[in-house]
């Protein structure tokens, strides 16, 4: 295991020259989990999401996007994340599903969950155009 790459990336990817790449752009995503988390519950089902967005941020990264596009879609993917852990925590029943099921539905062709706390309204366009993005790897 490489010093640099965090014991938890690795893990949760199960690659490590591909986990380095995500690294490379997204430094905390081992912390996305506890930046999502409203209860202790949350921590595992976050982890678990994180572990499904990995492969489409490993595919944003080979399309040769520029690094503030993913950048801007990674942004967006954290915001979805969190958006699910909430949803989660209004409706434990989901809780249930699979990190997988609890992504596809939160998202569609049109886009992605209303943004609760946009810093700004103009966010939602982006984040349903990555949304879209997302279900179409997903998907396919």
């Known amino acids: ?6 014991p938890s990336i690795k893990a949760i990817s199960g690659s490590s020259s591909s986990s380095l790449d995500v690294l490379a752009y997204v430094p905390d995503l081992d ?18 999401i994180v572990s499904v967005l990995i492969p489409f941020i490993e595919h944003l990264i080979n399309q040769g996007l520029t690094k503030r596009t993913i950048k801007r879609h990674v942004d967006n993917l954290w915001a979805l994340g969190g958006e699910i852990i909430s949803d989660i925590n209004r409706n434990e029943s989901s809780r249930k599903q699979s ?6 539905n939160a998202i569609d062709e049109e886009g992605g969950p209303l943004l609760r706390n946009p810093i700004d309204p ?3 366009k982006p984040f349903d155009s990555t949304c879209r993005k997302l ?3 997903l998907t396919s």
Not at 1 to 6: E, G, L
Not at 31 to 43: A, C, K, L, T, V
Not at 99 to 104: E, H, S, T
């Open 99 to 104: 990190a997988k099921v609890l992504v596809i």
């Open 1 to 6: 295991m490489s010093k640099s790459t965090p």
């Open 122 to 124: 103009n966010d939602q």
């Open 31 to 48: 912390e996305w989990p506890d930046s999502w988390m409203i209860d202790q519950p949350d921590r595992a089902v976050g982890k678990a």
């Open 135 to 137: 279900y179409k790897f």
